[in-house]
């Protein structure tokens, strides 16, 4: 089945750098990859996401990148800000309608 | 506000109580899923319902036991539960299947600790 990696679990930027947090995934029948960010005691909301036929996705600061070959994608974070610090999680879906395979979380840090 | 309501938000019990969490959703949405997220762990989905039909149950524990009366209410009914179990709760929803690239809305979860 499908199995989601993603790097780094812990990421420090001072604010103002950018941030860029990576996921591999193992199905290349894979299709679908969002990303969700979690603020402290809320639930995971989705920020962007791409299709299979799309290399690239941007929104204001945030872009994502995929690479079908390599299997791995990525989510790019441009002059951070205080309010971006969250955990982010990366997913990517198998064949299965309703299942959504997760990475483990990274957890992004702001410095002032 | 997401549109996809937990109670409640922290719940303690002993391991032989029995316990329900509940979840509503106001957005009009076909399916509604139980996730379970534990500290520096994926996120694992428990039960997705689809038009109040379960559709998928992947190998939870039977002291997990989930209800979906209507296409808006989705309930976990807990017993016997062990520490492990300790964790937070997710509820979502999504008008389609993430397959269709359809957006997941999550509650706030509930807390749960197991003593």
């Known amino acids: 089945g499908e199995n989601v990696e993603q790097h780094p679990s812990t990421l420090s930027v001072q604010e103002g750098d950018s941030a860029v947090i990576k996921c591999t995934y193992s199905?290349?029948?894979?299709?679908?990859f969002p990303w969700y960010k979690q603020e402290l005691g809320k639930g995971p909301q989705l920020i962007i996401d791409i299709r299979s036929n799309v290399g690239e996705k941007k929104d204001q600061r945030i872009a994502v990148t995929l690479n079908k070959t390599a299997k791995h994608f990525s989510l790019h974070i441009t002059e951070t800000q205080p309010e971006d610090s969250a955990v982010y999680f990366c997913?990517?879906?198998?064949?299965?309608?309703?299942?959504?395979?997760w990475g483990a979380g990274t957890k992004l840090i702001i410095k002032p | 506000e997401t549109g996809v309501t937990q109670t409640p938000r922290h719940l303690v019990m002993g391991m032989t109580n029995k316990k329900s969490l509940k979840c509503e959703q106001h957005?009009?949405?076909?399916?509604m899923y139980w996730y379970k997220q534990s500290a520096k762990k994926p996120l694992e989905l428990m039960f997705v319902y689809n038009f109040k039909e379960q559709t998928e149950n992947n190998s939870v524990p039977s002291r997990f036991s989930p209800e979906c009366p209507n296409s808006s209410h989705l309930f976990l009914h807990l017993h016997t539960l062990q520490p492990e179990d300790s964790a937070l709760y997710l509820c979502a929803s999504s008008q389609e299947g993430v397959a269709l690239s359809a957006t997941i809305y999550f509650g706030e979860g509930s807390w749960l600790t197991v003593v």
């Open positions: 957005l009009g949405h076909n399916a």
């Open positions: 997913a990517a879906t198998p064949d299965s309608n309703y299942q959504l395979i």
């Open positions: 199905d290349s029948a894979s299709n679908y």
